[in-house]
């Protein structure tokens, strides 16, 4: 069964920077596309950000030149490194996976922006 465990989330001061990780196990084919989406409160989930296993990535407008998505395809582990820090940032934050047409998730990480 295929399982996706998030962990680096957290409190953070405006400005800051935050790294997300999302380890995916149990899985007898190739991981496609992984990424990130988050939920604020009382809102939809959200695209941040995708990558292919080659390497393509795409970002929402508004995290491109703050978020970085990278991936480890020997460890089927992907990241993200969150600088510059907003209070909109603020949500739930959740790993998917792409996976023989099929779409899994992680369970999500808060990440709360505030002074």
């Known amino acids: 069964q295929v399982q996706l465990v998030e962990s680096g989330g957290g409190l953070v001061q405006p400005g800051g920077s935050l790294r997300l990780s999302c380890a995916a196990s149990?899985?007898?084919?190739?991981?496609?596309?992984m990424g990130w989406y988050r939920q604020a409160l009382g809102k939809e989930r959200e695209l941040v950000a995708t990558i292919t296993r080659s390497g393509i990535r795409n970002y929402a407008d508004s995290v491109k030149g703050r978020f970085t998505i990278s991936r480890d395809n020997a460890k089927d582990t992907v990241y993200l490194q969150m600088n510059s820090l907003k209070p909109e940032d603020t949500a739930v934050y959740y790993c998917n996976a792409v996976i023989a047409l099929h779409q899994y998730w992680g369970q999500g990480t808060q990440v709360t922006v505030s002074s």
């Open positions: 149990g899985s007898s084919f190739t991981i496609n596309t």
